[in-house]
């Protein structure tokens, strides 16, 4: 049974992005941002020091202190269950493959829609793996 509010935490170093990002998810009902952090170091504290319980974290793979893919190796060691979707300006394919084999569960960018967001949360919420469709001309995966 999918819980109905899935609740999602965010990790970008520029603020700006993230506040945009937060703005655009609280619009859905079922949706819940319960945590923000500047950096992969960051997000792991807010992780650890807090009942968020989240879901989902959606994270930069450039961030200053500790990564994106860095960031999501320690997360999925230390909280298995959580699902990782990258939100990247790279749309070059080493990074996705990079990406993927660190166990991200998505791969958005940057430069896609709000809609193509929702599509990837949903889509990695029941369990696929999700790859920009701007990426189609990238080699496959």
Same mark, same amino acid.
């Given at each position: 049974?999918?819980?109905?509010?899935?609740?999602?935490?965010?990790?970008?170093?520029?603020?700006?992005?993230?506040?945009?990002?937060?703005?655009?998810?609280?619009?859905?009902?079922?949706?819940?941002?319960?945590?923000? @952090?500047?950096?992969?170091?960051?997000?792991?504290? +807010?992780? @650890? &020091?807090?009942?968020?319980? $989240?879901?989902?974290?959606?994270?930069?793979?450039?961030? $200053?202190?500790?990564?994106?893919?860095?960031?999501?190796?320690?997360?999925?060691?230390?909280? $298995?269950?959580?699902? +990782?979707?990258?939100? &990247?300006?790279?749309?070059?394919?080493?990074?996705?493959?990079?990406?993927?084999?660190?166990?991200?569960?998505?791969?958005?960018?940057?430069?896609?829609?709000? @809609?193509?967001?929702?599509?990837?949360?949903?889509?990695?919420?029941?369990?696929?793996?999700?790859?920009? $469709?701007?990426?189609?001309?990238?080699?496959?995966?």
């Amino acid at each position: 049974m999918i819980e109905r509010r899935y609740r999602v935490v965010l990790a970008d170093d520029h603020a700006m992005f993230r506040h945009g990002l937060k703005s655009v998810l609280v619009k859905r009902d079922d949706l819940e941002v319960v945590g923000e @952090a500047a950096d992969g170091l960051e997000l792991l504290t +807010v992780l @650890a &020091s807090a009942k968020l319980s $989240p879901h989902m974290a959606i994270l930069d793979i450039s961030m $200053p202190n500790l990564g994106g893919l860095e960031a999501t190796s320690k997360i999925k060691g230390i909280y $298995p269950g959580m699902k +990782v979707l990258i939100l &990247s300006m790279h749309r070059e394919k080493e990074y996705v493959h990079k990406a993927l084999s660190v166990g991200v569960d998505g791969y958005l960018l940057k430069q896609d829609s709000s @809609a193509e967001l929702f599509s990837a949360i949903e889509k990695i919420r029941q369990g696929g793996v999700y790859i920009s $469709p701007l990426l189609s001309d990238v080699d496959s995966f």
